[in-house]
Structures are given as C-alpha cells and as structure tokens.
C-alpha cells in the first residue's frame, strides 16, 4: 500500500496501530521509511529475496548500515528482522539499534511437507541474547 493508502485506512479503522513492511534491498529504503512514518505506527525493516515473491521469509540477512540509517531517522519504532538468529542477533542490535527484533526462519523446526514450528530452544536462545544486547 502507499503512504496515502495507509492514512485512509487508518482513519476507517481508528486505535487499530499499523505497522509497515519495508525491504531493504538499497538506500531506496531510506526514502520509503520515511514517506510512511506519519502514517505508520510502526515500520519493520526485512530482507526482500529474488526468487520469494512479498517480503521477508528469506532467512538473510541485509545491510545493517541501511537499517541503521532508517531508525537515526525515523522517530517511530523500527523492529529489524531479515535472517536474524540466536547467532547474531546480539551483533544485529549493536549495529542497528532497533526498538525491536524479530525471527522466523532460523527460530523454526523443519516439519514434513515443508511445513514447519518454532523451535523453543532457539527461541529462548534469540530472546536471550536479545535482551542481554538492549541492555
């Protein structure tokens, strides 16, 4: 959705926060972070990968350095997800600084069918090391 999109769906569904999805493919993202931060209540910053159509689900990462860009300029909170793990997540909120993290891909049990749960353990795990890293 457009920036302009957004704000019309924020004025038909009142208190309801909105948090936007951008991908960080370039500095581009810069730009759009900020054409959505009056009417987003949120913006998560996520991998965009060639061959996977919409945004995250990747498991990669991307350029930190943009991240961090967009949350010095940005005054809404930024959650930063794209390839995060218990591996690095510590390293991730160093060089970003996000109000948040998030994981699926490698917080995740493969299942058969490609179907897949979270796996506890690592969840733990990113949690962890998270809060020891925002501390």
Same mark, same amino acid.
């Given at each position: ?16 926060? !909105? ?81 948040? !993290? ?34």
């Amino acid at each position: 959705l457009s920036p302009q999109a957004v704000a019309s769906l924020k004025k038909r569904i009142p208190g309801v926060a !909105v948090m936007q999805a951008i991908a960080v493919a370039g500095t581009e993202a810069i730009q759009e972070a900020v054409a959505y931060q009056s009417v987003a209540d949120y913006i998560i910053l996520d991998t965009q990968a060639p061959d996977i159509p919409g945004i995250g689900a990747s498991g990669t990462t991307h350029d930190w350095s943009i991240s961090r860009a967009i949350v010095q300029q940005l005054s809404i909170p930024v959650i930063l997800a794209g390839g995060l793990s218990p591996e690095n997540v510590a390293e991730a909120i160093g060089a970003v600084a996000p109000w948040g !993290v998030d994981s699926l891909s490698h917080t995740n049990l493969q299942l058969p069918a490609g179907r897949f749960c979270k796996d506890l353990e690592r969840v733990r795990q990113f949690v962890a090391k998270a809060r020891a890293a925002a501390a």
